[in-house]
């Protein structure tokens, strides 16, 4: 009965230190805190947080760079996560941008940091802008940089080999690449790629490569057997965008989100 009483209490408190925005005991407790909300998590099961970070490496003492947040599904993790011991640069969209999209979407990553000061302490915020060279961090001062579901936006502007230049720029020797990205099937082409959102893992490889890279394991964690690849509207046309609205919805939606392909990459030390 002690034990229990013991477990109990022990809980308790890792979930109040999770809802007041400090660091938490471990990854696993960061992703079931309460400052996530039921939307979010609801992409857990497509998105397996904890197993694709651990696959990574990710360690609570690391500074890491988030490409690209977005609205900031992994920056709810990463940034409590990081927050004690570590620092997360958000390399989001340039400040200067004249699209109203990224305008809006990077005031509203502001606004969520801004809610939670405790939790997102760690973070700061950078400039992701491969074509106007503009640095993510300070050169070889990272261990980690992380993008998940990017790639095929750099190759519809053309500039993927500009993104992996600078995050081989950013990392220390001996530090570490982790890209997710939806899969096309081997010997798709490079316009149906860039029409369809979904990339094979032989161009992803071949880009990572030619920066510098080393590719150290690859992993089916967010592997969806599923997904054919093949839609009328490419990797949008299913969950969460379902662009086709209600037409074959619940086709769709028991898909599930799309096959991703899951790499580590290394830079090499001296």
Not at 32 to 43: C, L, P, Q, S
Not at 70 to 80: A, N, Q, R, S, V
Not at 117 to 132: D, G, L, R
Not at 179 to 189: F, I
Request: aromatic share 10%; no cysteine; hydrophobic share 35%.
């Amino acid at each position: 009965m002690t034990i229990n009483i013991k477990k109990s209490l022990l809980a308790l408190a890792g979930a109040l230190v999770l809802s007041s925005g400090a660091q938490a005991a471990d990854l696993d407790s960061v992703i079931k805190g309460d400052h996530r909300n039921e939307e979010t998590t609801a992409r857990d099961q497509y998105r397996h947080p904890a197993e694709t970070l651990k696959f990574i490496g990710i360690k609570p003492e690391m500074t890491v760079v988030e490409i690209t947040p977005g609205g900031g599904w992994y920056t709810e993790i990463l940034g409590p996560y990081l927050s004690e011991k570590g620092t997360l640069y958000a390399a989001h969209f340039p400040e200067d941008s004249e699209s109203a999209y990224y305008q809006r979407t990077l005031k509203r990553f502001k606004e969520k940091l801004a809610s939670n000061e405790k939790a997102y302490k760690s973070i700061v915020v950078t400039e992701f802008s491969p074509q106007t060279g503009r640095q993510i961090a300070p050169a070889g001062s990272v261990d980690a940089v992380v993008t998940f579901r990017n790639v095929h936006n750099w190759m519809y502007r053309n500039y993927e080999d500009k993104a992996f230049a600078s995050f081989f720029a950013a990392l220390k020797p001996g530090g570490v690449l982790g890209v997710v990205e939806h899969r096309a099937k081997p010997g798709t082409s490079m316009e149906d790629m860039i029409k369809s959102g979904y990339v094979t893992q032989d161009y992803v490889i071949a880009v990572a490569k030619k920066a510098g890279f080393e590719l150290e394991e690859t992993s089916e964690v967010n592997a969806n057997p599923k997904d054919t690849a093949q839609h009328p509207k490419g990797v949008w046309t299913l969950p969460p965008s379902l662009r086709l609205g209600d037409e074959d919805k619940e086709k769709y939606l028991a898909i599930g989100e799309s096959d991703r392909m899951t790499l580590r990459f290394r830079k090499p030390k001296p």
